[in-house]
């Protein structure tokens, strides 16, 4: 049967993590504009401050004559400043009016304006210079006894400028992508953990009884979640006592019918006799009939009160644990048995046992369990063939097999999940009259399931007929001895 898909909320990680995440993406984007602006402001202060001294420095090797300004610099100095691996870079003299006086003459200078203003410190500027973008730095200075002024340029490209920024930037973002997976799987991992009694929780109720009704433990639950538990508890609280009521409610009223419906069938039982003394008048031939299926009507009613009797009291009965032991099942089988051989000699039906020459223990309650092998012999016998075949056999190390199967029609894959539901008797039962209840099959699987085992039925096509098996723990070594 194909489970619809459940419908729930988000999960209670998806709903922490998600406005973190977001919080998280917001910070690293404020952090990446952060360290753009950081390091290209860093970049820009180093690296001018780097031409600046350049320029002062060579301002300072500036001398006057009678021939007018001469730049006294070594070669060495002016290669450190025209060379480099990886930036483009130069430097030029020039006077008030733009000329070149020393250096390269290509080098950009810039507008007058700027040049009035480096006379007291150097100035920064932004340029061309050979196709590429070049930074600039101007520092002017002035004879201190002739009326003339000079300027020194000094630009190089910005190369160094963007991989320093580069570094910069990395430097911070991919700390803070490290940071943030870190955090988030810290996070998740709490998280995961803090719900893990949440899980326990499910663990336990999965692996419980279907009639385990015992409040759930909060020893280990988190206190945010301890409302919801007692709530559970509550509800399993009240669920008990509504199915124990309703087991009451069908032990007595069962109980109830029984002295009523023993009282009729006694009663039409004596009138069969009474009418069965007197003479056979004409007018009277139709009376046998009808006490005859008065009869087989009270019999009916009276095995349909004996089985909700069974049922209720084996949903109790089985309760404890510590009623149950380790038994031969041979011995069981044939007394179970003994009653559905006599039914099928009677009705031409032939009855087999098929067990092992030694034991085969189980653990088990021997009334219930014997309850159980009477209602699935009474079902081969009243809906199956003309043979049936009891077996029993030891199932791998821990389990005992029994199987009951027989030779009839047997149900469709359709009416197969219906088998073990109440009162339900195939298709048209009620234009049957085999005195069936439709109970015998559902205690069966209340016993067995409140036994500690398994009930499972197979039919056409997989079996030809209908075969039903019964998986029960083993018997331990000890209890067999």
């Not at 630009?155 to 910069?168: G, P, Q």
């Not at 087991?247 to 004596?270: K, M, N, S």
């Not at 644990?321 to 559905?340: F, G, I, K, W």
């Not at 073990?420 to 209840?437: M, S, V």
Request: proline share 6%.
């Amino acid at each position: 049967m194909v489970q619809p898909p459940t419908v729930c909320g988000p999960s209670v990680r998806s709903q922490l993590l998600r406005p973190l995440l977001w919080s998280w993406l917001f910070g690293l984007c404020a952090a990446v504009a952060g360290a753009f602006l950081l390091a290209r402001t860093s970049a820009e202060l180093a690296f001018d401050r780097s031409l600046q001294d350049a320029a002062s420095a060579l301002a300072a090797r500036v001398t006057w004559s009678d021939r007018g300004p001469l730049l006294d610099s070594s070669r060495q100095a002016m290669e450190l400043l025209t060379w480099d691996a990886e930036d483009r870079g130069g430097f030029v003299m020039v006077d008030s009016e733009g000329n070149a006086l020393a250096g390269d003459a290509t080098v950009p200078v810039p507008p007058p304006a700027l040049r009035e203003e480096s006379l007291q410190q150097p100035r920064v500027f932004d340029s061309e210079f050979h196709d590429e973008t070049v930074r600039g730095a101007v520092f002017s200075v002035s004879s201190p006894m002739l009326d003339r002024r000079v300027s020194i340029v000094v630009v190089e490209s910005r190369n160094k400028r963007s991989a320093l920024m580069r570094r910069l930037q990395l430097s911070i973002v991919l700390p803070a992508l490290a940071l943030g997976a870190v955090t988030f799987s810290l996070i998740g991992w709490g998280i995961r953990r803090g719900l893990q009694p949440l899980r326990d929780v499910a663990a336990e109720v999965a692996q419980r009884d279907a009639h385990d009704w015992r409040p759930l433990s909060l020893s280990k639950v988190p206190r945010e979640a301890v409302p919801l538990i007692d709530r559970i508890n509550l509800l399993l609280t009240d669920m008990e006592q509504a199915i124990a009521l309703q087991r009451r409610f069908v032990a007595d009223a069962a109980h109830q019918l029984r002295t009523p419906v023993a009282g009729i069938r006694v009663l039409a039982q004596a009138l069969a006799q009474e009418l069965k003394a007197q003479s056979e008048a004409p007018e009277r031939a139709s009376w046998p009939p009808m006490l005859a299926q008065l009869d087989k009507s009270t019999e009916r009613l009276s095995r349909l009160i004996g089985q909700l009797l069974s049922l209720a009291r084996s949903e109790t009965a089985l309760a404890v644990d510590a009623e149950q032991q380790a038994l031969d099942l041979v011995p069981l089988l044939r007394e179970a048995a003994e009653p559905a051989l006599l039914r099928c000699l009677r009705d031409g039906k032939t009855l087999e046992l098929d067990a092992p020459p030694g034991p085969v223990w189980a653990f088990a309650h021997p009334l219930w369990l014997g309850e159980v092998l009477v209602n699935l012999l009474d079902n081969a016998v009243r809906y199956g063939g003309t043979q049936i075949v009891v077996r029993v056999r030891a199932h791998g190390a821990d389990r005992a097999l029994i199987q009951v199967e027989d030779d009839g029609a047997g149900v469709s894959d359709q009416q197969r999940p219906h088998l073990f539901e109440p009162f339900w008797r195939g298709e048209r039962a009620d234009l049957r009259n085999d005195g069936g209840t439709g109970l015998g099959l559902t205690i069966a699987r209340e016993i067995v399931q409140r036994l500690g085992g398994q009930i499972s039925a197979e039919s056409r096509p997989t079996f030809e007929g209908m075969r039903f098996t019964i998986l029960l723990q083993a018997g331990g070594a000890g209890l067999r001895a």
